[in-house]
């Protein structure tokens, strides 16, 4: 929202009360004097008005390696989830920026900004998500111009986007998608007849899984990482 009209809407301060205050210099945007109130601000902006923070939440965004084993939820009676691996501050406010399953591995983010994580997760951004994958068949030379003309899900009434699989060799490929329909590639595989025994997320767009993050461990993305998905 707009800066002036986050300070009207605390209504400490009439409209016009605000405008002076902003070409006073008594506002701060991230620390710096902002006079323009029609500066675009978010939830994550730091506001201070004369020396008073009105606002400061900090934005959070963790890649994660997830292990096998672990639920991506926030929350599960039964199984470990992958919170549990996440010993941060801001822990309970974070949440998913897209799922894996229970015994697939890789790369898993997780941000407390909501407009961030819709960027990563929704469909029509068609950001691209490469797995490494093992099947239990050898993966025949076909597979790749089947998944390019995309498998029809009946449940979804859809055909997946076309999607592309180098096979590295036997029963191993790199399989790249485009969106993330529930359990996509293990059922890509099983509309070919063959079967995923492992799978791992090495990439979500530009971001790669970071090769020196042991299974089970997180870091901070750095700023540019964070901007791959800002607008
Ligand atoms: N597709 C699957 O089938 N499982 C995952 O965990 C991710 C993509």
Same mark, same amino acid.
């Given at each position: 929202?707009?800066?002036?009209?986050?300070?009207?809407?605390?209504?400490?301060?009439?409209?016009?009360?605000?405008?002076?205050?902003?070409?006073?210099?008594?506002?701060?945007?991230?620390?710096?004097?902002?006079?323009?109130?029609?500066?675009?601000?978010?939830?994550?902006?730091?506001?201070?008005?004369?020396?008073?923070?009105?606002?400061?939440?900090?934005?959070?965004?963790?890649?994660?390696? /997830?292990?096998?084993?672990?639920?991506?939820?926030?929350?599960?009676?039964?199984?470990?989830?992958?919170?549990?691996?996440?010993?941060?501050?801001?822990?309970?406010?974070?949440?998913?920026?897209?799922?894996?399953?229970?015994?697939?591995?890789?790369?898993?983010?997780?941000?407390?900004?909501?407009?961030?994580?819709?960027?990563?997760?929704?469909?029509?951004?068609?950001?691209?998500?490469?797995?490494?994958?093992?099947?239990?068949?050898?993966?025949?030379?076909?597979?790749?111009?089947?998944?390019?003309?995309?498998?029809?899900?009946?449940?979804?009434?859809?055909?997946?986007?076309?999607?592309?699989?180098?096979?590295?060799?036997?029963?191993?490929?790199?399989?790249?998608?485009?969106?993330?329909?529930?359990?996509?590639? /293990?059922?890509?595989?099983?509309?070919?007849?063959?079967?995923?025994?492992?799978?791992?997320?090495?990439?979500?767009?530009?971001?790669?899984?970071?090769?020196?993050?042991?299974?089970?461990?997180?870091?901070?993305?750095?700023?540019?990482?964070?901007?791959?998905?800002?607008?």
């Amino acid at each position: 929202m707009r800066l002036d009209r986050f300070l009207t809407r605390r209504g400490t301060h009439p409209c016009k009360e605000v405008s002076r205050l902003l070409q006073d210099g008594r506002v701060r945007v991230d620390g710096a004097v902002e006079t323009d109130g029609r500066r675009r601000i978010s939830r994550f902006s730091r506001i201070e008005l004369e020396g008073e923070i009105l606002q400061a939440q900090e934005a959070v965004y963790l890649m994660l390696y /997830k292990p096998a084993g672990y639920l991506s939820a926030t929350t599960d009676p039964l199984h470990p989830t992958v919170m549990e691996l996440i010993d941060h501050p801001l822990r309970d406010e974070l949440h998913l920026a897209g799922r894996l399953d229970r015994a697939s591995t890789g790369l898993l983010l997780l941000t407390n900004d909501g407009c961030w994580s819709k960027r990563v997760t929704e469909p029509l951004e068609e950001i691209s998500k490469v797995y490494r994958v093992t099947t239990r068949d050898e993966i025949s030379p076909e597979t790749a111009a089947i998944f390019a003309a995309g498998i029809y899900f009946a449940y979804e009434d859809l055909t997946t986007r076309p999607a592309v699989l180098e096979i590295l060799g036997g029963r191993d490929a790199l399989l790249t998608i485009h969106e993330g329909r529930y359990h996509q590639v /293990k059922r890509m595989f099983h509309a070919v007849g063959n079967q995923v025994l492992s799978l791992h997320r090495e990439s979500i767009g530009p971001l790669v899984l970071d090769e020196a993050l042991p299974p089970g461990k997180f870091r901070p993305l750095g700023a540019a990482e964070v901007a791959c998905f800002s607008r």
